[in-house]
C-alpha cells in the first residue's frame, strides 16, 4: 500500500533536466571545461565524469586547457544562444527556467547533439559567471 | 503527520546496468611486481581503503599502494552483497567513500547525473533523500559511484593483488610482508572490514556468504540480521519452506543497522564522554542484529502462509547436517543449514604483533585523535576495528568518512606533505 504523502516532485522529469538543473550548480570554470569534451560523449554525465578525471589529474589533459578551450567554444557560440533564446527568463522556479530555455535552444542549434545542448543550456543560464571567466586571460586561448 | 511505510518494492533494483565507462579507464598494475617501498600502505581497498586513499590524494600524500587480497577497488564488497542478492544498501545518500571538501562528486549527485539510467522507485528514493527522509541506495548506483570515485583518485591502478600475511614493525619504518613480497611502509592504514563470524566448532552446515545447494527444498536459517533475511528472501523466491532461528524472543526491524544519532556529531560526543565500561554497554546495546524494514511485509506474508517458520526465543544447542538442535528441546529440521551470525571486525590481530594491538575486550588500543595504535603511531586503523574510538558507527561507511578525515590528517601532517589543495584546519594540531 503507497502513502501519497509521499508523492514526490518531478520523479518523471527528462534525465535532461536533472541533470542540467544540477550542473547549474556547478563553477564556472568546471562547464566551461565540460563544454570544450562535450562532443566526446553524448550522455552529459560522462561528461562530467572526464571533467572530474581531469580536475584529479587524470586522462592526460589539463584544465587550464579545458577552460580555454571551452571558453573559446562559448565566445564562438554565444550570439547563437542569445538568438535562440532573446528574452531569458528569470525566474526562481528553476526547473521551468531550465525547461524553457533548453526548449529554446534545442530548437534553434538542431545540429548539436544531447550532452552539448545540455552544456550549452547551462552556460546560457550562467552567462554572467561564464562571461566573467571566458573574458579572463585564462579563457582565451 | 508524516508517516513511515515500509515498501518491499524499495529493495528491488536492477542490477549489471550499464553504466558509462571512464573515456580514460583505468589500468590496474595485474602482472607488476609488488612495490618495495611506499610512504603509506593501505591494506585493503573496500570502502574504507577507497575513501583513505582518496582523502590522502586530496591532502597530497601520492606515495600511497593498496594492497588488497582480490586486487580490485570494492570488489569484495560487491561479491558478497551480489552472493546474498542484496540489491539496496540502507545507508543514506549521505554516506559513500567520496572525500569532503574538495567540491568532488557526491553521491546523491551521481545518481541524479545519471537520471535516465534509474528507474522510478530509485528515483523515488532520491526526492526522499533530498527531503530529508529515510531512504535506500542502490547497489549498482553505489558500485558504479565506486569506481567513478577509484578512478578519479587513481585508487584503480595502485590497487595490488596480494594477502598481507603481517605488519612488522622495524627501527625505521615497517614492513608489511605479502604472499607476493614485502613493501617496506612508513605509515599503515589497515582498512579490512569483517569477517564472516564463524559457528562453535562441531556445528554443521553452510554460511551466509556460501550458496545454498539446489538441491535442498527447505532450509533453516540461524541468525537475526540482514544477511538472514536476504537468504530467507531468496530461499522463499526458489519455493523453498524456511525455518528461521531467531535467539531473542522477537525479530527487530529497524532502518539503519545503529541508532542514527551515531551517524552525527552529538551521538559520537555522546559515546566519547563515556566510560570504557559505559561504552562497551553502548555497543552491546546497540550493535544487535537488525533487518531493513521493508523486509517485514513479505516475511510476515510468509510466516502466515506457512512458507516460514519462525522459531523465536531459544538459542541454538547443536547443529547437524540437516538438523538444528535448540536449547529449549526442540530440533528444527531442514535440508540444508545456514549460518548468518554476523561479522567481527578485524582489528589487526595476525598481522600486528599483539603488543602493539593490546586488545582489550576484543578492542585494539587507539589514540582517540588520530585512530593510530597508541603502541605504534605509524600504524592506523579504519572500519568496525574504530569502534570504541567512534561508536557503532564505526563499521558504517559513514564511519568510514569521519575515520578517514583524522587519519588522512594526521598522515598528511606526519609527512610534511603541503598539498595545492585546501586541508582541513585539524591537520595542524596534528604535527
Excluded at chain 2, 575515520?403 to 598522515?411: L, Q
Aim: net charge neutral; with cysteine; glycine share 8%.
Amino acid at each position: 500500500m503507497s502513502d501519497t504523502r509521499f508523492t514526490l516532485p518531478a520523479i518523471d522529469a527528462p534525465a535532461s533536466t536533472e541533470a542540467g538543473v544540477m550542473l547549474l550548480g556547478l563553477d564556472p570554470e568546471r562547464l566551461l571545461a565540460c563544454l570544450a569534451v562535450v562532443t566526446m560523449a553524448d550522455d552529459p554525465g560522462q561528461v562530467a565524469m572526464l571533467v572530474d578525471q581531469v580536475r584529479h589529474g587524470g586522462a592526460h589533459l589539463t584544465m587550464p586547457d579545458l577552460v580555454a578551450a571551452g571558453a573559446q567554444r562559448w565566445r564562438a557560440i554565444r550570439s547563437d544562444l542569445a538568438d535562440a533564446d532573446p528574452n531569458p527568463m528569470v525566474s526562481a522556479a528553476i526547473r521551468q527556467t531550465w525547461d524553457r530555455a533548453y526548449t529554446a535552444i534545442a530548437a534553434e542549434l538542431t545540429d548539436v547533439g544531447p550532452a552539448c545542448l545540455v552544456y550549452l543550456t547551462a552556460c546560457w543560464l550562467r552567462r554572467a559567471d561564464i562571461d566573467a571567466v571566458a573574458a579572463l586571460p585564462g579563457g582565451e586561448l | 503527520m508524516i508517516k513511515f511505510m515500509p515498501e518491499p518494492r524499495l529493495l528491488e533494483s536492477p542490477r549489471g546496468r550499464d553504466w558509462p565507462r571512464p573515456l580514460t579507464a583505468p589500468t590496474p598494475p595485474t602482472g607488476l611486481p609488488l612495490p618495495t617501498r611506499a610512504n603509506v600502505v593501505i591494506v585493503g581497498a573496500g570502502p574504507a581503503g577507497l575513501a583513505v586513499a582518496g582523502a590522502l590524494w586530496h591532502l597530497g600524500v601520492r606515495d600511497v599502494v593498496l594492497v588488497d587480497r582480490d586486487g580490485r577497488p570494492c570488489h569484495r564488497f560487491f561479491d558478497r552483497i551480489d552472493r546474498l542478492g542484496q540489491r539496496v544498501l540502507r545507508s543514506p545518500y549521505e554516506h559513500h567513500p567520496g572525500v569532503e571538501g574538495y567540491r568532488d562528486c557526491e553521491l546523491l549527485d551521481f545518481a541524479r547525473l545519471h537520471w535516465s539510467r534509474l528507474t522510478h522507485d530509485e528515483r523515488g528514493e532520491i526526492r526522499m533523500a533530498q527531503s530529508g527522509h529515510r531512504s535506500v541506495v542502490p547497489v549498482d548506483v553505489f558500485d558504479a559511484y565506486c569506481r567513478h570515485i577509484a578512478a578519479v583518485h587513481q585508487v584503480t591502478e595502485r590497487t595490488w593483488q596480494a594477502t598481507v600475511t603481517q605488519v612488522h614493525p622495524i627501527r625505521g619504518g615497517l614492513v608489511v610482508g605479502t604472499d607476493r613480497g614485502a613493501i617496506d611502509a612508513r605509515f599503515v592504514v589497515l582498512c579490512q572490514g569483517e569477517e564472516r563470524r564463524q559457528a562453535p566448532a562441531g556445528w554443521q552446515g553452510g554460511h551466509w556468504d556460501e550458496p545454498v545447494p539446489a538441491s535442498a527444498r527447505s532450509v533453516v536459517v540461524v541468525g537475526a540480521g540482514l544477511s538472514s533475511a536476504h537468504i530467507i528472501a531468496d530461499a522463499l523466491a526458489s519455493g523453498r519452506k524456511v525455518h528461521w532461528v531467531v535467539r531473542e524472543t522477537e525479530e527487530r526491524y529497524q532502518c539503519a543497522d545503529v541508532n542514527a544519532s551515531f551517524f552525527r556529531p552529538e551521538g559520537r560526543a555522546k559515546f566519547d564522554a563515556g566510560s570504557w565500561a559505559d561504552r562497551l554497554t553502548l555497543m552491546s546495546r546497540h550493535r544487535r542484529a537488525s533487518v531493513m524494514f521493508e523486509f517485514q511485509p513479505l516475511l510476515r506474508a510468509a510466516e502466515a502462509d506457512g512458507r516460514l517458520t519462525v522459531h523465536r526465543g531459544s538459542a541454538v544447542a547443536d547443529a547437524r547436517i540437516g538438523a538444528v538442535r535448540l536449547a529449549n528441546g526442540e530440533t528444527v529440521v531442514g535440508d540444508h543449514v545456514v549460518f548468518a551470525l554476523g561479522t567481527t571486525p578485524s582489528i589487526g590481530t595476525g598481522l600486528l604483533p599483539a603488543d602493539i594491538v593490546a586488545a582489550r575486550d576484543g578492542w585494539p588500543d587507539l589514540d582517540q585523535r588520530t585512530l593510530a595504535y597508541r603502541a605504534d603511531p605509524r600504524v592506523f586503523v579504519v572500519g568496525a576495528a574504530a569502534c570504541m574510538v567512534l561508536g557503532p558507527a564505526a563499521r558504517n561507511i559513514d564511519g568510514h568518512r569521519v575515520a578517514t578525515a583524522r587519519v588522512a590528517a594526521a598522515i598528511a601532517a606526519r609527512s610534511g606533505v603541503t598539498a595545492g589543495t585546501r586541508r582541513p584546519l585539524e591537520v595542524g594540531a596534528l604535527v
